[in-house]
């Protein structure tokens, strides 16, 4: 995808259809992520205090952007915890509606880096069920939507577990069967806070907080998609 391809998704945002702007939400992705390819080669260093090299097989770009992405999750869903946790121990407390769609929106960002990076998890149509889904199930309390949030930092943990098994352990067990299956478990969360908050305010959805996340992308790099 080139430069006027990627301004026209950051400006057209709002206007794209959900099944399309989907799709180029992943391309989009693609143009704002800047994941180094640091561990392209074979590794070999020398062993601290006397024992020995430390050998760290080479890891091709698609591991890495994956990698990225388990990162990504823990940090963001890390951050939905924290923004959840004052509304659990203050019921006076009210959570920042915002603030919970904005760390949404990044858990959507590295959730298209890894699907782009496995290209296994059919994104487009997990968020499309979603988006149906919305006006049939009550939406959780406060609590619940902490709850919630902690489940879906556990499953990001749990990948990103699966890449530090592979690079450090003695049994490689990474497969993209195992990070979508888990990915998909921490999303069936991230979906039922979504609908919580799409029957409180039903312009939340999937396809707006999606449209959100690629204009704060575009203010961010507004050298790179200002007109």
Known sequence: MDYDQAVAIAHDADSLPFALLCEKYIQFVGITENTPNWMSQLLVTGGDHGHGNVKIDGKPM??????????GLVTEC???VTISLPAFTNPLAKTSRSHIIEEIGDIFYYT????????????????DVMLQAGQSLAG???PDIL???IDALNRSISILDLFK??????????TASQISSRLAECLFSIKLIILA?????????????MAENIKKLA???IEKFGR
């Open 62 to 71: 698609s591991f890495q952007r994956a990698l990225h992405a388990s990162m």
């Open 78 to 80: 890390s951050e939905l």
């Open 112 to 127: 298209a880096l890894m699907k782009s990076a496995l290209d296994q998890m059919d994104y487009k149509v997990g968020l």
């Open 140 to 142: 959780p309390s406060a």
């Open 147 to 149: 709850k919630l949030s």
């Open 165 to 174: 098994k592979d690079l450090y352990g003695k049994n490689k067990i990474l």
């Open 197 to 209: 908050l799409f029957n409180e305010h039903p312009t939340v959805t999937p396809r707006s907080i």
């Open 219 to 221: 203010n961010r790099y």
